[in-house]
Structure formats: structure tokens, C-alpha cells
T-cell receptor, first 114, second 114 residues
Framework: TQLLEQSPQFLSIQEGENLTVYCNSS?????LQWYRQEPGEGPVLLVT?????EVKKLKRLTFQFGDARKDSSLHITAAQPGDTGLYLCAGRADRGSTLGRLYFGRGTQLTVWP | DAGITQSPRYKITETGRQVTLMCHQT?????MFWYRQDLGHGLRLIYY???????DKGEVPDGYVVSRSKTENFPLTLESATRSQTSVYFCASSVGWGSNTEAFFGQGTRLTVV
């Protein structure tokens, strides 16, 4: 059972287009992180959102944490070929025996064509 | 060099053999983690360690053994490798377990069990 569902799994778009990646769960998280992974490398943290409803912007990337802290979205404006990569969301467990543990979604493979 | 390094980067082994994957970090981070990354599953936690001599199971610990005698090293051993353990293994470290904590990943070890 996957705790975090990411969609879409694959996204192939032209340079200049906008896109949104979704990360959904039925569980509450104390925080939600987005990582980006390039081929042959480990994931690298892009952002952490902690408060329900929080919105963070990183240049052309906008991250939002749902009000109930169960879901998140990543929106990229005017995508560029350099945005190509695997985007992973990760939720930090809020309670119980797994408190603090990081759970990853399956990832969204984004390809941006020139 | 500072950071987190994994060795080897690539390994091919035969079914039934014991194999050890190495992980070394230079930040003196308290927490260290082992994940495996498989198509369709994303990153799944195998084992983690909160400090030297303290380890605990993650989501998929069966068939793996870890130790942490020194803060900077966290080796992962497959006692008797199986084909289902063919995967890309990532080691990670972090200063803590809190909501805003960033996990730093190594470059990964691609293990093939034949």
C-alpha cells in the first residue's frame, strides 16, 4: 500500500508550458517535502512545507500544502528543459510508532522538450 | 570530500552471496538511512539509525542487516542475496527527525543479483 499517491506518473511537455504535479494521501503529515532526482544521482530537496495551506515559491516553481496537511501540489510555470527530472514528494509521519519517518511517493517523471 | 558517499556505485553478485554496501558521511549527522528505489514503488525505507549503535527497521527490512559502530559509517549487508533485491540503493543522512529536517542522499548503488 502506497501512503502517498503521486500523479501523473509521467509528464512530457514542450518548453514554455505550465504543469501541475499532485501528491495525495489519506494520512496527515507533519510536513511535506518535494525532492528532485536526476539520472544517476540521489534526490535533492527542493522545498519543505509545514503549515496547512502554506504556499512557497522557488522561482518558477510553486508548492502548496493542503489545508488538512494530507496533500500537496507542485506547479511549474513556463517549463524549461532544465526542469527535466524525477520529482518526488515525501511526507513526514505525524504520529504513532512511525512518528518522524519520511514516506515517499512513486514520483513523477517530467520531460520538457525544447 | 565533504558529503555522503556510497560504494560501490555498481555491483553484480550471484544469488546466495553476501554483499555489503558502504555509506560514509562527513557531516556528523545523527540519523542515517537506507532506502531502495524500484520502478513502481518509489523509495522505500529499509533500515535507519538514530545514532551509533542504535538501529531500527523500516518498511522493507527482511533479508538485510545493518550496523553502525561509528557515527559516520552505516553499512548495509545482504546476507544471502536474492533476485528480488536487485535495485538501486540510496543511503541518506540528516541532522534530526523533525518536520523541517532535510535528508541528504548519496549517489546510489545499483545492485544486480543474477
Amino acid at each position: 500500500t502506497q501512503l502517498l499517491e503521486q500523479s501523473p506518473q509521467f509528464l512530457s511537455i514542450q518548453e514554455g508550458e505550465n504543469l501541475t504535479v499532485y501528491c495525495n494521501s489519506s494520512s496527515v503529515f507533519s510536513s511535506l517535502q518535494w525532492y528532485r532526482q536526476e539520472p544517476g544521482e540521489g534526490p535533492v530537496l527542493l522545498v519543505t512545507v509545514v503549515t496547512g495551506g502554506e504556499v512557497k515559491k522557488l522561482k518558477r516553481l510553486t508548492f502548496q500544502f493542503g489545508d488538512a496537511r494530507k496533500d500537496s501540489s507542485l506547479h511549474i510555470t513556463a517549463a524549461q528543459p532544465g526542469d527535466t527530472g524525477l520529482y518526488l514528494c515525501a511526507g513526514r509521519a505525524d504520529r504513532g510508532s512511525t512518528l518522524g519517518r519520511l514516506y515517499f511517493g512513486r514520483g513523477t517523471q517530467l520531460t520538457v522538450w525544447p | 570530500d565533504a558529503g555522503i558517499t556510497q560504494s560501490p556505485r555498481y555491483k553484480i553478485t550471484e544469488t546466495g552471496r553476501q554483499v555489503t554496501l558502504m555509506c560514509h558521511q562527513t557531516w556528523s549527522h545523527s540519523y542515517m538511512f537506507w532506502y531502495r528505489q524500484d520502478l513502481g514503488h518509489g523509495l522505500r525505507l529499509i533500515y535507519y539509525s538514530a545514532a551509533a549503535d542504535i538501529t531500527d527497521k523500516g518498511e522493507v527490512p527482511d533479508g538485510y542487516v545493518v550496523s553502525r559502530s561509528k557515527t559516520e559509517n552505516f553499512p548495509l549487508t545482504l546476507e544471502s542475496a536474492t533476485r528480488s533485491q536487485t535495485s538501486v540503493y540510496f543511503c541518506a543522512s540528516s541532522v534530526g527527525w523533525g518536520s523541517n529536517t532535510e535528508a541528504f542522499f548519496g549517489q546510489g548503488t545499483r545492485l544486480t543479483v543474477v
